[in-house]
Every structure is written in structure tokens, then in C-alpha cells.
T-cell receptor, first 111, second 112 residues
Framework: DVKVTQSSRYLVKRTGEKVFLECVQD?????MFWYRQDPGLGLRLIYF???????EKGDIPEGYSVSREKKERFSLILESASTNQTSMYLC??????????FGPGTRLTVT | RKEVEQDPGPFNVPEGATVAFNCTYS??????FFWYRQDCRKEPKLLMS???SGNEDGRFTAQLNRASQYISLLIRDSKLSDSATYLC?????????????FGKGTKLSVKP
């Protein structure tokens, strides 16, 4: 069974803090993604990566950066958290069957 | 950015009912299509792919109409456990996974 894990289910951070969200997949997938999901806005793509050390901006990259040093790990970084980054963050990896496998999500609250 | 549109619902139906969701997409070059299911406070999971010829998986039937650019999902004999949000997903193709476009979802609530 494909497994995508995220480092935290719930996280509370203060405005201005640097935040790291970690995602690990165990299926040797090349493509990995970070989304945020907000009520009424659906899933929005922040960044994706199709190979180690490669990254591409999604629809809403502002305020975020990513790191892909190893194939199985894709990290999302909030350099200076703001309250409008309070959201559910979902990591996904992609296999050859065109199915995206999602992690359980991290609910981040920035106060 | 190309769009995928869904009726947000909620669709409130009794157990045993048949319910249908539609989804429209704007990019005629889209290549593959999916329905995902998302339970409350959980991650989305693939429900089924949608093929040009239509496909069925138990009580679920998916149809694709390329000419009209819409996808449908039919659920027969609804169960309480079908209550969830159903996401329409379109792959615009080109091999890059940045081309997966998610609809905002249709909420289904099945009542006893």
C-alpha cells in the first residue's frame, strides 16, 4: 500500500515564525505536490516537484518555498508565517497510474 | 488557469436514492479525468477514473462527454457511508503533474 506521511496532523505557530512541513512517500514516486485546502476555495497547488532538487511553482507560491533533497521527501517552508496561511496543507505523490496519493494533511493555525 | 466547475451542494438524499453529480471543465485538450472522494477532515482518495466509454464500479457509474466537456458520477442505492465530498479532477495532460486541476467538490449527505 502506498503511504504518504506528513510530520504533523495539527500545528499552531505564531506570526513571523519559520514553519517546516515535512512529507515522506514510500513508493519511489518522482512527482510530489503541496496543496492547501480552504473552505469554498478547494485544493490549490502551492508547489510541485518532479525530481530531486527540482521544483515548480503552482498557483499560489507566494510566501512559501520548498525543498526536495531526497526523492522520498518533499518539504514545504513558510519563511515567515502569517495568519492568512492558516489552512489545511496536503501533500501528495503521483504514480504511473495517474492516481495522486495524499497524506493525511496538516492543519496549521497561525496566531 | 483552466477551470473545473462543480455544484457545491449539499445534496441531501435518503438512503437508497440515486444521485448524480456533474462537473464541467473548460480545457478541451484535457486528457484524463477522475472522481475523488474526501471524507470530513480527511485527505482525498481516488474513487474512480473516468473513461470515454463510461465505466462502472458497483453502485458507481462515471461518464465522460468530451463534446460537451462534462463528467458525471451516478451513485445508485445510496448508503449512509457515501456521505462525503466528491471532487472532480481533470488532468490537462502534457505529462507534468502540475496540470491536475481539482474542482471544489460536491457535498453529499445521505440520511436514514
Amino acid at each position: 500500500d502506498v503511504k504518504v506521511t506528513q510530520s504533523s496532523r495539527y500545528l499552531v505557530k505564531r506570526t513571523g515564525e519559520k514553519v517546516f512541513l515535512e512529507c515522506v512517500q514510500d513508493m519511489d514516486h518522482e512527482n510530489m505536490f503541496w496543496y492547501r485546502q480552504d473552505p469554498g476555495l478547494g485544493l490549490r497547488l502551492i508547489y510541485f516537484s518532479y525530481d530531486v532538487k527540482m521544483k515548480e511553482k503552482g498557483d499560489i507560491p507566494e510566501g512559501y518555498s520548498v525543498s526536495r533533497e531526497k526523492k522520498e521527501r518533499f518539504s514545504l517552508i513558510l519563511e515567515s508565517a502569517s495568519t492568512n496561511q492558516t489552512s489545511m496543507y496536503l501533500c501528495a505523490s503521483f504514480g504511473s497510474s495517474y492516481e495522486q496519493y495524499f497524506g493525511p494533511g496538516t492543519r496549521l493555525t497561525v496566531t | 488557469r483552466k477551470e473545473v466547475e462543480q455544484d457545491p451542494g449539499p445534496f441531501n438524499v435518503p438512503e437508497g436514492a440515486t444521485v448524480a453529480f456533474n462537473c464541467t471543465y473548460s480545457n478541451s485538450a484535457s486528457q484524463s479525468f477522475f472522481w475523488y472522494r474526501q471524507d470530513c477532515r480527511k485527505e482525498p482518495k481516488l474513487l474512480m477514473s473516468v473513461y470515454s466509454s463510461g465505466n462502472e464500479d458497483g453502485r458507481f457509474t462515471a461518464q465522460l462527454n468530451r463534446a460537451s466537456q462534462y463528467i458525471s458520477l451516478l451513485i445508485r442505492d445510496s448508503k449512509l457511508s457515501d456521505s462525503a465530498t466528491y471532487l472532480c479532477v481533470v488532468n490537462e495532460g502534457g505529462g507534468s503533474q502540475g496540470n491536475l486541476i481539482f474542482g471544489k467538490g460536491t457535498k453529499l449527505s445521505v440520511k436514514p
